[in-house]
């Protein structure tokens, strides 16, 4: 399909950086920060004061910006997952594509699923607008890894490496400590690097924006500038909380192409803007239809779609650990759905420790010196809601989910979510190995809560999940859907009571109630099930059954000759079943062992 080509449209250039809050900008407020390009640029457009991520990290954030779809609702959730669209799934930039833009990407994707083809004229680290056919409009996208966590943690002369062109070092003395980490040397160090991260991405955008002057196109070429999500520290990425999914977002449009009274020079919008707004943006901006299938809002050119009143996040697997969090923002209130509450906030995850924070974390919790605050991050459990006034306490260290004053608060916070898991469909308390199972029979995740007769599961699931009455979980197990089994499994293992289904026909379910079982008291048929699972042909089952080892203690070590298998199986396209079995040796051994 095409769309008539001879109508005037701008070229749209987009700069991104990874792992980048806010408040590292100047031109958000911020008297440490070194960003004289990024706030040259700001004074040109709009600067965004309240834009936010899907999720706080990469892969399903970037899987929402592309498609326009909550990553929860095609089943994009969990990090590098691997996932089959739905035929009406295409990336955006298709659409531009087929309206005569020439798309470039430079280079990052990182969307959960293969690249089509269709999607972009080139992909590559010299994919460049000066490459497109004379007469066409452009769709570029550069992207920075400067600011990414793994840059921020080097020090000496690597981070001189990293950051070649900062000339303006921040005195480490001075920078902001937010009260969840602890006040350390190598807490300063780390924070110190990311602001010196920054003014190296503000030179790369700077010399992309000079660029695009020299060419002659800059009144032709609407230009955003916005990182994925939040700074890359514990607590912040990965996580659902202001830290972790607040971003920057500035725009600027030229005043030829600037619809009435949008983007002009030098404001401030504070509307709610998400990610999932991005791609149904660009198509307006563009005089492209925006597909009825878009789950965000076009914020900014001629079509406007009406005003957010919340924000949606998700965190659920990161990397080798699972989670089931969601979380749902007005312009002033948090509100935060724990589905797993039993599990620590910092599970540990191979990528996190390496953070030199996080070590600082781990030390000073051990020997008792955290301060309450952020001790309280460092608890085996967590409440099942949460909910900050982030104008009164902007760090959302205070949770007021119990106190009466804010009672209907809580009460809209808590619909809000439920309504926007059911228009969505949230896949999110499906466990990954259903999932799958699924996906193979529907051909993709997006038709697993479609199908007839499953209108009232996810009503099923959330009164299960998390729930802590045995009652309600022993009943769950005759569920006809294997997901709210699952969920009574889970349930009761979290209250170390034994889970009658062991033979279920769901490796989830079996896997579950194993570790039900086995936390109940030692089960030779349950030790036969996991061992069984942390062998299966698939991945994601070997995961699971890794997760589930780690949380029976002692009685893993009758799983031992298993896990030791696990931290080298060719089959396994990623290192997280290896990861996870490390961990448990490590800790039944007394060993540091290290895996990648």
Request: proline share 7%.
């Amino acid at each position: 399909m095409g769309y008539a080509a001879e109508k005037p449209r701008p070229n749209i250039l987009w700069i991104s950086c990874e792992d980048s809050s806010p408040y590292a900008f100047s031109c958000y407020g911020d008297p440490l920060a070194w960003t004289p390009n990024i706030d040259a640029f700001a004074k040109t457009g709009v600067r965004y004061t309240h834009c936010y991520s899907v999720a706080g990290v990469c892969a399903p954030t970037r899987s929402g910006i592309i498609t326009g779809m909550y990553p929860a609702s095609i089943g994009s959730q969990n990090m590098r997952s691997q996932i089959q669209r739905p035929e009406f799934v295409r990336c955006f930039p298709e659409y531009l594509r087929d309206a005569g833009y020439y798309a470039t990407n430079n280079v990052k994707t990182d969307y959960n699923f293969a690249v089509p083809k269709a999607a972009w004229d080139e992909v590559s680290r010299q994919a460049h607008w000066r490459k497109r056919p004379a007469g066409k409009p452009f769709f570029a996208v550069f992207n920075t890894e400067t600011s990414h966590e793994s840059k921020i943690r080097v020090t000496g002369e690597a981070h001189a490496k990293v950051t070649p062109h900062v000339t303006r070092r921040v005195d480490r003395a001075k920078v902001p400590v937010p009260p969840y980490w602890p006040d350390t040397e190598a807490v300063r160090e780390q924070i110190a690097n990311f602001y010196e991260c920054v003014s190296e991405v503000d030179y790369e955008a700077g010399r992309i924006l000079k660029q695009l002057q020299e060419d002659g196109l800059a009144e032709d070429t609407v230009v955003f500038f916005w990182s994925d999500h939040g700074v890359g520290l514990p607590r912040s990425k990965r996580w659902n909380y202001e830290s972790g999914t607040r971003a920057p977002l500035i725009v600027h449009i030229p005043e030829k192409w600037r619809a009435a009274g949008q983007a002009k020079p030098g404001t401030v919008d504070g509307q709610l803007v998400s990610f999932l707004d991005l791609a149904p943006t660009v198509l307006n901006l563009a005089s492209v239809p925006v597909p009825k299938h878009f789950q965000g809002r076009a914020f900014l050119g001629p079509a406007l779609s009406a005003p957010r009143e919340y924000i949606y996040s998700c965190h659920d697997r990161m990397d080798e650990r699972y989670e089931t969090i969601r979380a749902t923002r007005d312009k002033r209130y948090r509100y935060i759905r724990n589905y797993r509450p039993f599990l620590p906030y910092y599970q540990y995850m191979n990528t996190s420790e390496g953070s030199p924070v996080m070590k600082d974390l781990r030390r000073l919790h051990a020997e008792g010196k955290l301060t309450a605050v952020a001790a309280r991050w460092m608890a085996d459990t967590k409440p099942a809601e949460e909910l900050y006034d982030t104008e009164n306490d902007p760090h959302e260290i205070r949770n007021l989910a119990g106190d009466p004053a804010l009672r209907r608060v809580l009460e809209r916070m808590r619909k809000a979510h439920v309504a926007w898991q059911d228009e969505v469909q949230d896949l999110g308390l499906f466990p990954e190995g259903e999932i799958l199972r699924e996906e193979k029979k529907l051909g993709n995740r997006h038709a697993i809560l479609r199908q007839p007769g499953r209108g009232k599961l996810l009503a099923a699931l959330r009164a299960v999940a998390g729930a802590t009455d045995p009652g309600v979980l022993r009943a769950a197990l005759a569920h006809p859907e294997p997901a709210v089994r699952y969920w009574g499994a889970t349930g009761l293992a979290n209250l170390k009571l034994r889970a009658e289904a062991l033979d279920d026909e769901s490796p989830s379910v079996r896997i579950a109630a194993a570790m039900a079982c086995l936390r109940a008291g030692e089960d030779a048929k349950a030790v036969e099930v996991l061992r069984a699972a942390l062998e299966d042909p698939e991945e994601i089952i070997r995961l699971e059954a890794g997760n589930a080892a780690d949380r029976i203690g002692e009685r893993a070590r009758l799983l031992e000759k298993a896990l030791e298998a696990r931290l080298s199986d060719p089959r396994d396209k990623t290192n997280y079943p290896s990861r996870v079995a490390n961990r448990v040796l490590n800790v039944l051994r007394g060993t540091d062992r290290e895996v990648k």
